[in-house]
């Protein structure tokens, strides 16, 4: 992982001692403090007077965070000592002296960074948390505003990379890649998490933002990165692969057990059964088979012991019938060798050149749980059960014929968007579905195609008339809605604080010190300000927009309470019953995810914000889901770098939210 601190030292497979990740900056002197805060102050002054000036702006809402941006690099490098060496004092300088120029230039009525090439820092304001997040653009000279090529690129780990000197890079420097005639953007990914959860959201909107200023062609979008950028560009490959025209990683690793055997000769076989199942969220060796529809050059250098994440993926690729295209820097360590980056343009501009395929006539999708439920016009709606292999090969035979072969699906549907469906507009299709043949409705005449399969109570398959059809108001798993705990911190959410005595002691002391863990850490992690209501501050507009965090007991939650009598557990202040067990309240406490019983289309989350701790901010391959949909926690054990306490007990709902058996 290149840059910064490498986290691959002995004494960082010691889950005790833990260093800090970011590590504590210099100390700013104290007339340089007070001059930047003097900045800092002026900077807001004109970023008020801008908006102030432009609140009739139609495009307010995303060129404002174009000035936020600059306050928010040097105000947190000041505010949590992030600054790491002295050259970043004349940076944050700079930045406040640009922000001030944008300011007055947009209260002017002025936006000139929009027409700028060369090195541009924009900004945009995230869903998950309302925090304004950097991203850079490299414009080439020659863009005329034409649908143009865009490469992401992903960085390596750098674990003082702070928004302020990610932010003065994106300033100064182009990068490792720099494609002729190309879009590149540079993603911040929320500081140094390998672009996973909240960083994975990062791309999607800072290329939603980067689409309403530039022309991207999106049948022409690569996705690139290097070291822990390289691992970044293997899980987006995989979970997003009909959204690239190619997919080009160099070293990083590409899946967490492995890696962690080679690269910090960590043993993590003995790690709980749900933990194993929730790695492959980002085990991108597990949904390999997605690369058959986004071409794929990857790098490595032949000393480099990165090497070993395109090794392991070769073999799963070989595995799915798919020889991968793997190029070697000779007698390279972790760097990038000047040879294989010429031949890797060069078969990047051809894969360029033919751009996307928007339609393909065969779809062969691989995943493991509905948060990754479509590739290209095949989604799936319903799965047997979550974190089991889940595979779906379709591909259309004739002018009215589709082939589909299921494994642990229960819904399906066909989805051809208009003026892409190659069937016959005046015939009714024939599917063949694992064995079966339905006759289904035809295409409409705008070319479009929308088809819902469910398997009934016997196991056949049926045409219905929607994707829930006959699920009624039951709770089921679903896209967006599927757990685990994680999954709700990749959109937007609100802790909600307790504001009355707790029924125990011991655990209304646990909760308020893991409520304050969770804020200090989704900050230092995520780098955002976690949003935050005290319980009687609750609002609908809360309860319809966000994921609801629940942090404390009955007695102290007045939410919590509200929503009790339909959560699956059963609470009082003498006992906590979950799944059958029985626990003494006073010692233990639930964590949990599930639909909001207020607004089922939303989560609540008790007691938990993400379920990684301090131990994994040290190795990016340890950044995975620690816990399933929900646990029992004995505090008989404090919260330490690993766990929030001893786990009593751990596991996953069914498909109806229903407990499941222990496994």
């Not at 308020?512 to 009687?536: H, I, P, T």
């Amino acid at each position: 992982m290149a840059g910064g601190v490498l986290g691959d030292g002995p004494k960082d497979n010691q889950a005790v001692d833990v260093r800090p990740i970011p590590p504590v900056g210099m100390e700013v002197p104290t007339e340089e403090r007070a001059a930047l805060e003097k900045g800092l102050a002026e900077l807001k002054a004109l970023m008020l007077a801008a908006e102030k000036a432009q609140a009739k702006h139609p495009r307010l809402a995303d060129l404002m965070p174009d000035l936020e941006v600059y306050w928010k690099a040097v105000d947190w490098a000041l505010r949590y000592q992030e600054v790491h060496k002295p050259a970043e004092l004349k940076a944050a300088h700079e930045l406040l002296a640009e922000g001030k120029e944008r300011a007055v230039q947009f209260q002017q009525g002025k936006t000139p960074w929009l027409q700028q090439k060369g090195l541009v820092v924009r900004g945009y304001r995230s869903k998950i948390d309302e925090s304004v997040q950097p991203y850079g653009m490299v414009i080439p000279e020659s863009y005329t505003g034409a649908p143009t090529r865009l490469d992401t690129w992903f960085h390596g780990r750098g674990e003082t990379l702070s928004e302020l000197s990610f932010m003065d890079q994106r300033r100064k420097q182009v990068g490792q890649v720099a494609p002729k005639d190309t879009l590149v953007i540079h993603l911040y990914g929320r500081y140094s998490c390998a672009n996973k959860f909240a960083g994975e959201i990062d791309l999607l909107e800072a290329l939603e933002h980067a689409g309403k200023f530039y022309n991207v062609d999106a049948d022409r979008v690569i996705v690139r990165g290097f070291s822990m950028g390289g691992a970044a560009t293997w899980q987006f490959g995989v979970h997003y692969a009909d959204r690239w025209c190619a997919v080009s990683p160099g070293a990083g690793f590409s899946e967490t057990p492995e890696f962690l055997k080679v690269f910090q000769k960590e043993d993590v076989s003995s790690a709980p059964s749900y933990e194993q199942k929730l790695w492959r969220w980002y085990n991108a060796t597990d949904s390999a088979l997605n690369l058959f529809h986004s071409p794929t050059v990857a790098y490595s250098g032949e000393l480099d012991r990165q090497k070993q994440a395109a090794d392991v993926m070769e073999a799963a690729l070989r595995a799915e019938d798919l020889d991968m295209v793997h190029l070697i820097g000779p007698k390279t360590e972790h760097k990038m060798h000047p040879d294989s980056l010429v031949e890797i343009e060069k078969r990047l501009a051809e894969i360029a050149a033919a751009g996307r395929a928007r339609m393909p006539f065969e779809v062969h999708f691989a995943t493991w749980f509905l948060r990754y439920n479509r590739m290209h016009w095949v989604v799936v709606d319903g799965v047997e059960a979550q974190w089991e292999r889940t595979r779906v090969h379709a591909q259309l035979t004739g002018g009215s014929q589709v082939m589909v072969k299921t494994q642990n699906v229960t819904a399906l549907t066909l989805d051809m968007a208009a003026g892409h469906c190659p069937l016959h507009p005046m015939s009714r299709p024939l599917v063949k579905i694992d064995g079966q043949e339905l006759t289904v409705r035809r295409p409409k005449t705008d070319r479009s195609w929308t088809v819902h399969l469910r398997k009934s109570g016997e196991g056949k398959w049926q045409e219905a008339l929607s994707a829930n059809e006959g699920q009624g108001d039951k709770l089921v798993k679903r896209h967006g809605l599927q757990g685990p705990i994680d999954d709700a911190f990749l959109d937007r959410f609100v802790m909600v604080t307790p504001s009355g005595a707790a029924w125990n002691e011991k655990g209304g002391a646990w909760a308020v010190k893991e409520a304050d863990r969770a804020r200090f850490e989704w900050r230092r992690q995520f780098r955002g300000d976690a949003m935050v209501r005290v319980d009687s501050a609750v609002t609908e507009a809360d309860i319809a927009s966000s994921n609801l965090v629940l942090w404390g007991d009955p007695g102290s939650n007045s939410v919590l309470a509200k929503v009790l009598e339909k959560l699956p557990i059963r609470w009082t202040k003498e006992e906590l019953v979950v799944n059958g067990k029985r626990y003494p309240a006073s010692g233990n406490m639930p964590i949990l995810v599930f639909p909001n019983p207020l607004n089922p289309a939303r989560y609540v989350v008790l007691n938990s914000g993400f379920t990684y701790r301090e131990y994994a901010y040290l190795n990016n391959a340890r950044q995975v889901p620690m816990l399933p949909d929900w646990a029992v926690v004995d505090l008989s054990e404090a919260p330490g770098p690993v766990r929030p306490g001893k786990i009593a007990d751990a596991g996953f709902f069914d498909e109806v939210w229903g407990w499941k058996a222990a496994e």
